[in-house]
């Protein structure tokens, strides 16, 4: 039973945020939105992950959602406005098409799932894979970086299994200050950026 719930919630957080892309009027598309979060939330809770569910209601929803939806119904934009400028969004389809190959990408890397059985898709993944390879190879990259990012990621494995009898928010607090202590500096500082450049903007548009 807990099965066919979560299943239930996965396609309806799917559904939902394509109608959330999808959707031209802007009141509907955050309540799109809002629906996502609940159903992520719900999910997550099911498969036991109760912190960070009860944080997407919390922040998601109860602070970010409905904050845009408060400033969209404030702004009253109109709907032909929106109808007017559609077209002009198919210039982006090539934008879109290579954002979505890398998801598609990151999620079958993750997922336990056997590409060998399907021909046309471990075409694409050997295809990605090298392409891959290629540029971590090259110049692009400097190896230096790459090693310290495999390095840090392999240490929050580790930390998977050395804290697995703390609680969740515990397990959080531990990985976060210890091996991801310097993923957190930077974005801090990224936050901070961007707290000083909205008011600068604010202030020079006075």
């Known amino acids: 039973m807990t099965t066919f719930f979560v299943n239930i919630l996965a396609l309806g957080t799917l559904f939902s945020s394509v109608f ?14 809002i629906a996502t979060f609940v159903q992520a939330a719900g999910y997550l809770i099911f ?35 929106i109808l007017e400028t559609g077209n002009q969004y198919t210039k982006n389809l090539p934008l ?21 059985n399907v021909p046309a898709l471990s075409l694409i993944s050997e295809s990605l894979i ?17 090693s310290i990012i495999v390095n840090a990621y392999y240490n929050l494995s580790l930390s998977d299994i050395n804290i697995t009898d703390f609680t969740q928010i515990e397990t959080l607090g531990y990985s976060l ?30």
């Open 20 to 33: 959330a892309i999808t959707s031209k009027n802007p009141v509907i598309s955050i309540i799109f939105v």
């Open 47 to 81: 498969i036991g992950v109760n912190f960070v569910g009860i944080s997407y209601i919390v922040i998601y929803v109860g602070a970010i959602a409905v904050l845009f939806l408060f400033v969209i119904m404030m702004i009253n934009i109109k709907l032909t406005d």
């Open 130 to 146: 090298n392409l891959n390879s290629l540029i971590l190879n090259s110049n692009f990259i400097s190896k230096d970086l790459i």
């Open 96 to 116: 879109a098409l290579a954002i979505g190959s890398l998801f598609t990408y990151v999620i079958f890397t993750i997922i336990p799932f056997n590409l060998n």
């Open 177 to 206: 200050y210890t091996y991801g202590a310097i993923f957190l500096i930077i974005l801090s500082v990224i936050l901070l950026l961007a707290m000083l450049a909205t008011i600068i903007i604010s202030r020079s548009n006075k």
